[in-house]
Structures are given as C-alpha cells and as structure tokens.
C-alpha cells in the first residue's frame, strides 16, 4: 500500500467510525440539539459531505492547475512538514466559524446525508487514483481557516476532521441519552 492509498485508507476508517456513531439514531433524535449554538447529527452529517466535496473538488481543480502549468508547482510554505493536528492547533481559534460553502443549509434526513456522505468515499478513491505519491508533497489549494496546506495534509485534514465531528456527535447522544 503506498502512502495515497493509506491516507485514503484512513479517511475510510475514520468515514466508517462516524457512520457507526449515528447508525442507530432514529431522525428524532438526529435532530434533537441542547440548544440552537450546538449542530445536531444531521446538520453535522450535512456539514461533513460539503467540506469533504469542496476539498476533493479543490485539491482535484489544483492538481490539475499545477500540471497543465496554470498554477506554480511548490514545496515551500508556512504549514510545510507539519501534521494537521499541529496545524489546526496553530490556526484554529476555539469555535471557529464554518466557511458559508461547507454549512449546513439544506437539512433533510440522516438518511439522506449519511447516504451521501458514504458516496464521498467513491469520489476520493477516483481522486486518489489520480495523484501520484510523487505530489503528495505539492502544496494544494488553501485551506480556509488553516491557510497553505499540501495535498498529503488535506488528505489528513479529511481523517482529521470526520474524526472531530464524531466526537462531536459522540458528546450529543452521550448529551441526549442522559436526559
């Protein structure tokens, strides 16, 4: 397995891991929420699959950018060498405020967005398929909150944050199931 198909790898377990958390919720308690500043499970699932479709189309767009010549093909940033853990926790302020593209808008079933979130997977396998190990290292296109990032870090970031969503939904039914 080469370094591409393990970060996609992980991004599967993690997707799975999150899955497993609100298989068993039914669509009441998916929209069931302490209180409106929390997002309930929908929302968070909702959430998931737009960050995930904006960073695969993003990295996708700049791979291709970077090797039609469109954009400069670079090694050299400020995030250069770190884990996403140590970036996040450079750049991220306590409760950061989501970009408008990957917001929970549309609502709708869990039903719905778990579905559509586990077809994410299709999607980053295709990209996968894609990039060569030898890119992993290129800087990708910037991430909104965390700024330059290269293609093996957003590729973490997608672990990484799938990861924080389940404990985050993983705090609401522990929330809702001590009522």
């Known amino acids: 397995m080469n370094?591409?198909?393990k970060l996609v790898q992980d991004v599967s377990t993690a997707r799975n891991r999150y899955l497993d958390q609100i298989a068993n919720l039914s669509e009441f308690q998916a929209r069931w929420k302490p209180n409106s500043e929390v997002w309930?499970?929908?929302?968070n699932t909702e959430h998931l699959y737009w960050a995930e479709?904006?960073?695969?189309?993003?990295?996708?767009?700049?791979?291709?950018?970077i090797?039609?010549?469109e954009m400069i093909r670079t090694?050299?940033?400020n995030n250069k060498d770190l884990s996403i853990e140590q970036i996040v926790e450079r750049t991220w302020q306590p409760l950061e405020k989501?970009?408008?593209v990957a917001a929970p808008r549309l609502g709708g079933s869990l039903s719905f967005w778990k579905t559509s979130f586990l077809n994410m997977q299709n999607v980053l396998e295709a990209f996968a398929q894609d990039l060569q190990e030898n890119e992993l290292r290129l800087q990708a296109q910037h991430h909104p909150i965390s700024g330059a990032l290269d293609f093996h870090q957003r590729l973490e970031f997608l672990r990484f944050h799938i990861d924080r969503?389940?404990?985050q939904v993983s705090q609401l039914i522990s929330t809702m199931n001590s009522l």
């Open 3 to 5: 370094q591409v198909q």
């Open 40 to 43: 309930n499970s929908i929302e």
């Open 53 to 65: 479709q904006g960073g695969i189309l993003g990295m996708w767009k700049t791979l291709h950018a």
């Open 67 to 69: 090797r039609e010549g």
């Open 75 to 77: 090694y050299e940033f």
């Open 98 to 100: 989501v970009p408008a």
């Open 165 to 167: 969503h389940r404990g």
